[in-house]
């Protein structure tokens, strides 16, 4: 029994939905999910928590830009 492989998927910055840094639009696509959500989604936890914020700009730093693609 062999499993179907999957595509290679790399979480990284998006450089063509981005608002700020990318970072939601590159979340959003990597799980394959409306970037709208996601960016709701930080905001409310940005004012809830409080830590949002900080996730948000480590994210930022800490997520690659997107490379050239796989052959």
Do not use: H, N, Q
Not at 53 to 65: D, E, R, T, V
Request: aromatic share 8%.
């Amino acid at each position: 029994m062999t499993t179907p492989e999957r595509p290679y998927r790399r979480l990284t910055l998006s450089t063509s939905d981005k608002m700020i840094g990318g970072v939601c639009g590159g979340i959003a696509a990597y799980f394959g999910i409306d970037p709208t959500l996601v960016r709701i989604l930080a905001v409310v936890l940005a004012l809830v928590a409080g830590g949002g914020i900080l996730a948000y700009l480590l994210a930022w730093i800490i997520m690659p830009k997107p490379g050239p693609a796989a052959p």
